[in-house]
């Protein structure tokens, strides 16, 4: 095709190319990369959005480490984190029940995504009732005779985590079972069929054949998985517990926009915080593009 | 088939069922106990709803006082000023991404792809003190922005992989038949990566539905919030009526599960195949 490969065309070509991403390349520095730059600068300041903004060195970043409830965020994200294990769990048991192809599991597959259509206002909202002092749980705690158990469940740091955790893996479940279950469509059949052919069991099946093959997909599931544990969980806590009780169940995102809306407008000390939780992200981020290297280099 | 492979697919189906209902169950709380009475409900919220007088009053008040499908229209509105904005732009840097060449391209486009895990957190503060300076506090334009800033890198990614697909004689077939820049776009490049501008246009509506960090922020004055903001303020207020809240969150909770409903295999396959890359 080298008639149409003329200088001009060429060039005409560079042009179009050059003014095509030219209004994505604006709107990135000036919606993405400057608040970006922004936030990092602030930081270092005691900006309140208003009046003040002296240098102040690295005084919000000794005062998130020493003085503010910074490693009770850092601990409830971890605590958080036990859902990314659950989810993948049983999402991959459900991605090997849905790959049998049993009678309406096209239907089954499609309900099985349901949960991330469903804002996490309403989602949260159901779980707040649902373990609230006089609700439902603990109501059919106490008709079986559980009286005990019948606590205030969103009162104390332990059983509030519990109930988070337990929210954002059956909201988390569909997500990881529909991108493992295309991955198992990636393997050829007859690897899972002589598997079984050979007389493994389900477990043997699901842990010696399976899992191996869509290695990539878990790990790459687990790593979004985490991600989004640091940053998406907002509205759920938002909707469930408010961060409380205290700080006993914010993650670092949710304090900054408690930060936001408190009255002495600490905006150096919250864009601190958004710096840490992108260095968070990043090392995350790094990880995994180190991981998926060497995993391909295994292939 | 066996006896055996019978009673494993009736016990697959089974877990299946039950994993359903988990799924299906809280929807369908909602809509019972959105139908009692404050009584009723707090008596039994597992009853179903007395049938000879459902509450449709807590439908009514949904409707005319709390106005509901006025913050539907607020929200509609942001959902898609957002994805004619994502695709007007998304589609013709990611058909420069994959067909045409350039100075800077791959500096370019890994610039915009490496901002795709930035979390809006990180932002929103300095966003929210640079809008307020241009009077775009309390608007849709706001939060519109803020989304295109926060989609596009992830919207150029999907479409730029689907478009490196189209076959590149068909491009040089049409410049032959002397298609311009617009043609090429109206022609080849839309019709053929149609998948990914689907994806894209229902995956957004429905994150943009169902969104509440950025609006809660950006919308702050009560005629401009969307109706996730909304409900969230609702919900927070302890004396609420709870029946009257779910009217209201069953009523929020139908425009994405329709458009899930109509599109899901869509959507299935996109997931699947960005997980596997």
């Known amino acids: 095709m080298t008639f149409s490969w003329s200088a001009n065309f060429r060039k005409k070509k560079a042009l179009q190319g050059i003014l095509s991403v030219l209004p994505v390349i604006f709107v990135m520095l000036f919606i993405r990369f400057y608040p970006i730059g922004e936030a990092i600068y602030r930081s270092f300041t005691n900006w309140d959005g208003l009046y003040k903004n002296d240098w102040v060195g690295i ?22 984190l036990i859902s990314v294990p659950l989810q993948i769990f049983i999402g991959l048991m459900v991605a090997v029940l849905l790959y049998e192809e049993v009678a309406g599991w096209k239907f089954f597959r499609a309900i099985v995504y349901v949960p991330q ?7 949260g909202y159901l779980f707040r009732i649902a373990f609230g002092l006089d609700g439902p749980i603990n109501g059919v705690l106490r008709d079986i005779g559980l009286e005990f158990l019948s606590i205030e469940w969103l009162g104390n740091s332990g059983t509030a985590l519990f109930v988070l955790v337990f929210c954002l893996t059956w909201f988390s479940i569909g997500w990881q079972a529909i991108i493992i279950l295309a991955g198992m469509t990636k393997i050829p059949p007859s690897i899972i069929e002589s598997a079984s052919l050979d007389g493994a069991n389900f477990w043997q099946r699901t842990f010696l054949v399976i899992v191996p093959m869509v290695a990539r997909t878990i790990e790459y599931g687990a790593i979004m998985a985490i991600v989004w544990t640091f940053t998406g969980t907002f509205a759920f806590i938002y909707s469930i517990t408010y961060g409380g009780p205290g700080y006993e169940t914010s993650t670092i ?10 009255a002495s407008a600490d905006y150096g000390f919250a864009t601190g915080l958004a710096v840490i939780l992108l260095i968070i992200i990043l090392i995350l981020t790094f990880a995994e593009m ?9 292939e | 088939m066996n006896k055996r492979q019978i009673m494993t697919k009736v016990l697959i189906f089974l877990a299946l069922s039950i994993l359903a209902i988990s799924n299906i169950y809280p929807l369908l709380f909602v809509f019972m106990n959105s139908l009692k009475d404050r009584t009723e409900y707090l ?34 509105f942001i959902s898609l000023v957002t994805i004619f904005f994502l695709l007007a732009l998304g589609i013709v840097a990611s058909y420069a991404f994959a067909k045409l060449k350039f100075i800077g391209k791959n500096v370019i486009y890994f610039l915009i792809i490496s901002s795709m895990f930035v979390p809006v957190q990180v932002t929103i503060i300095p966003l929210y003190m640079l809008f307020s300076k241009l009077h775009l506090v309390d608007t849709h334009w706001a939060v519109i922005l803020t989304y295109l800033g926060v989609f596009l890198s992830e919207a150029i990614l999907l479409m730029t992989a689907t478009f490196r697909g189209i076959p590149d004689e068909i491009i040089e077939a049409a410049e032959l038949d002397g298609a311009g820049y617009f043609d090429i776009l109206r022609h080849v490049i839309i019709p053929m990566g149609r998948p990914a501008i689907i994806l894209c246009v229902i995956y957004y509506f429905i994150v943009t539905w169902n969104d509440l960090f950025t609006p809660m922020i950006l919308l702050t004055n009560m005629d401009s919030r969307t109706v996730m903001v909304a409900l969230a303020s609702l919900i927070s207020r302890y004396s609420g009526d709870p029946t009257f809240q779910f009217a209201g969150l069953f009523l929020a909770a139908i425009p994405a599960i329709l458009v899930y409903a109509i599109f899901q295999k869509y959507i299935i396959k996109g997931i699947g195949e960005g997980s596997t890359r």
Do not use: C, H
């Open chain 1, 290 to 298: 180190v991981f998926t290297n060497k995993v391909s280099d295994w």
């Open chain 1, 253 to 262: 995102d949710y304090m900054i926009y408690t930060k936001f809306y408190q």
């Open chain 2, 43 to 76: 008596k039994n919220p597992f009853n179903l709803p007395n049938f000879k007088q459902l509450a449709w009053g807590n439908y009514e008040t949904m409707i005319s006082q709390f106005q509901i499908f006025r913050l539907f229209g607020n929200t509609l």
């Open chain 1, 117 to 123: 259509i469903i804002s996490a206002v309403i989602i």
């Open chain 1, 59 to 80: 005084k919000n970043y000794i005062e998130i480490f020493t003085d503010s409830p910074f490693w009770t965020l850092l601990r409830n994200s971890f605590v958080l």
